[in-house]
């Protein structure tokens, strides 16, 4: 069953091989992940890995057109995140609201 994430040590959307990444994560953010991967099992049979749930979320950073330029602090960035994703859900309710 395909979930369209990156599979051994490959990345679904290029040919080019997987780059292996160490991150620091405290507890809290650690259970999150593996909460979220036991949820899919659960609900759908299929285990999303860290490393897949990892990957996901550096592929909706991309799609949102993020940046590094002018972060100075993680919580700056953090917050560059959620204001980029309140934008793009407000910009998706007005297509909802005008296509109806």
Not at 53 to 64: E, F, K, S
Request: charged share 25%; no cysteine; aromatic share 4%.
């Amino acid at each position: 069953m395909d979930i369209g994430m990156p599979t051994d040590r490959h990345n679904s959307s290029a040919s080019s091989h997987a780059h292996r990444v160490i991150a620091s994560l405290n507890r809290e953010q650690v259970d999150y992940l593996d909460k979220i991967g036991k949820d899919a099992q659960f609900s759908s049979g299929i285990k999303l890995s860290r490393t897949h749930i990892l990957a996901a979320m550096v592929n909706v950073l991309r799609r949102l057109n993020l940046t590094g330029e002018g972060v100075m602090t993680a919580d700056q960035f953090e917050q560059r995140i959620m204001d980029a994703m309140l934008h793009q859900l407000r910009g998706q309710k007005r297509h909802d609201t005008s296509t109806s």
